[in-house]
């Protein structure tokens, strides 16, 4: 296990340079209007943890960087997403993607690269409705996995909602929420019951960030 | 650990992760099916996966979920890996 908390590795080398040299222009063109929840949402995210984000395009990795730039944050992409060409299967893994099967429910091999990504303190960021959601709908049902995968790494569920924005001359607008823990107090597995409770609240906290950013 | 204490832990692993089970977790046997026999839906198997890893401190980290046709075959590989 590599030591964390360094600003600094050569195994992440290729991932900071491609998002450097995204992160720059990305900053300019989206210029980000960050709103906060609380004053613990506005504490800089440390350690591990899975961000917990809505989906409205296949652009939203690269917004959800401009939102939290000063923390490394890999992203899910479904098996279809890896096999479209050979340039995306190179960015994705250099920015060292995570490969899901959602036809194979039963593989569960992604769970051990999200594991090794937050016991390093990196960032997951995970789209709590499945799918690109348009705008002008309604938000989806949030799927119980994002609370499953941090109640299996210990880490806590960042809520970030991020608007659609209006026109190309408007700043994008993202809201932060306090953290949420899906584990219990001495880190123990909570009864999924409890954690349908906790995917309830994410929801809550969801809507309440996006009235935030209108 | 033997198999019997596997399986009474497998059988509250089961209570806590399928709320609104068909199955009664006492009428859980070795040659049940995860899947048809006891309804378990993915979700609830990741939970089962992430439950089974805490409470026996291992990690189903060379397997697939998929690889285990019944309950008997879990309970294998948890010995397997408790030995």
Not at chain 1, 182 to 186: C, G, H, I, L, W
Not at chain 2, 25 to 39: F, P, Q, Y
Not at chain 2, 57 to 69: A, E, L, P, Q, T
């Given at each position: 296990m590599t030591k964390p908390g360094?600003?600094?590795r050569y195994r992440y080398l290729a991932f900071d340079i491609v998002k450097v040299l995204n992160g720059i222009p990305t900053l300019l063109i989206f210029r980000p209007k960050i709103f906060y929840e609380n004053e613990k949402a506005r504490k800089p995210i440390r350690g591990g943890g899975i961000i917990a984000t809505n989906h409205k395009g296949f652009i939203d990795p690269v917004k959800i960087f401009t939102v939290i730039f000063y923390r490394r944050i890999h992203c899910m992409a479904r098996k279809e997403i890896f096999e479209h060409s050979a340039l995306m299967r190179l960015v994705l893994r250099m920015g060292q993607c995570i490969k899901v099967d959602?036809?194979?429910?039963?593989?569960?091999?992604y769970l051990a690269k999200i594991r090794e990504y937050t016991a390093d303190k990196r960032l997951v960021a995970i789209y709590p409705e499945g799918h690109i959601v348009k705008d002008g709908e309604d938000m989806l049902e949030f799927k119980l996995g994002t609370a499953l995968l941090a109640a299996s790494c210990k880490v806590p569920i960042i809520p970030v909602y991020i608007a659609p924005r209006k026109s190309i001359w408007n700043r994008m607008r993202a809201a932060i929420g306090e953290p949420l823990y899906?584990?219990?107090?001495?880190g123990k597995m909570l009864p999924m019951a409890d954690l349908q409770k906790v995917m309830e609240d994410l929801t809550e906290k969801m809507l309440l960030l996006r009235e935030m950013t209108k | 650990m033997d198999r019997s204490d596997i399986l009474s832990k497998l059988r509250d692993i089961y209570v806590m992760a399928v709320p609104?089970?068909?199955?009664?977790?006492?009428?859980?046997?070795?040659?049940?099916?995860?899947?048809?026999?006891?309804?378990?839906s993915s979700i609830n198997l990741l939970y089962m996966v992430i439950a089974m890893e805490e409470f026996f401190?291992?990690?189903?980290?060379?397997?697939?979920?998929?690889?285990?046709?019944n309950v008997g075959e879990v309970i294998d590989y948890i010995q397997n890996k408790k030995a």
């Open positions: 360094r600003l600094f959602p036809e194979n429910p039963a593989d569960t091999s899906p584990y219990s107090e001495d | 609104d089970a068909k199955v009664s977790s006492e009428n859980i046997t070795e040659d049940m099916n995860l899947l048809t026999d006891l309804g378990m401190d291992i990690r189903f980290d060379d397997v697939s979920f998929g690889d285990f046709s």
